[in-house]
């Protein structure tokens, strides 16, 4: 079962969305090499991050974007460093790109401190219109456009599930890393959605993994606690190490990336990643054939994945309800 959410009327917003752009407009091909900039605040070696990135590329060529043909790419694996994120922004803006195509919240703040006119699409980013990235979902305005990543009240449904596994939460915390602009939003977010659900949240704002070991361990000292990491690019960096961190103190938590229950996390609840990553082509495509990021839509998730390690569960000693089972889109045995 998939789960479906909807806001403010986008959908209609969007009038058919890339699916509806002519075909004409597609085969016209504008002369001379196009420069496409990829900016991505991971480690290079990290596969999972190369298979979006390589999901992007390929559509770009599926549409007619050919590297070493039509178009010349630039990516640049800058870590979750703010300095090298900015640093890579700067080099990516030497290499004069006709758009870049972004990661992250933190990417996007770079970019928005270096240039208010190169076309940017962004990914895995909240609100953009609450944190000022954009000034509407369906006319964003300046040289910011893109697709979502979440929206905020997602929070609660995530601390939802967690009482759902684990009845007895009463203390939750919030686990994440402030050089994320959006943080300040989503802490807000995390604090008013918990006490209707009768929990007491606590912010755990982390850099290092020094600094996540300190965090759960502190928190794991009190009973009846479980944690909700949202999308961060320190979170999915550091995913192993925290899962086995998680489990070692048998705290059940939830992540918002799949990658991390891959890799020993309880839950998640996210988009599908790597079609993003299409979506994110199909948007370059337009404006490298001259349109304007301003009159391009940001687009929402309609679609949210559960997924549920069983295995994980069971070292938790925890038996996941039935109706919550059954609403899994997967089932990791």
Known sequence: MTVTIGRRGLL?????????????????QPPGKRKVGILIPFVETD?????????????????????????????????????????????????????????????VEALRQQTRTVPVVFLGIGDPVESGVVVSFANPGGNFTGFTLWEYSIIGKMLEMLKEIRPGTSRAALV???????????????????????VRPSLAPVHTPAEIERAIEAFARVPDGALLFPPDVTVTTHREFITALVARHRLPAIYFDR??????????????????????????????????????????????????????????????????????DEVIE
């Open 176 to 198: 994440y890393n402030p050089d994320n602009p959006a943080t300040v939003i989503m802490a807000r977010w995390f604090e008013a959605v918990a006490v209707p659900l009768a």
């Open 12 to 28: 209609a917003a969007l009038g058919g969305g890339v699916a509806a752009w002519p075909l004409a407009a597609r085969a016209q």
């Open 259 to 328: 990658v991390v229950v891959l890799s020993g996390g309880l839950m998640s609840y996210s988009p599908d990643r790597v079609e993003q990553s299409r979506q994110a082509a199909s948007y370059a495509d337009r404006i490298l054939r001259g349109e304007k990021p301003s009159d391009l839509p940001v687009q929402q998730p309609t679609k949210y994945e559960l997924v549920i390690n069983l295995k994980a569960a069971k070292a938790l000693g925890l038996e996941v309800p039935p109706t919550l089972l059954a609403r899994a």
């Open 47 to 107: 596969q999972v991050w190369q298979t979006r990135v390589r999901a992007l590329r390929q559509e770009l060529a599926r549409l007619g974007w050919t590297a070493g043909g039509n178009v010349q790419f630039d990516e640049r694996w800058t870590t979750d460093n703010m300095d090298r994120v900015r640093d890579g922004v700067t080099q990516l803006l030497a290499f004069n790109p006709d758009v870049i195509v972004a990661w992250s919240r933190r990417a």
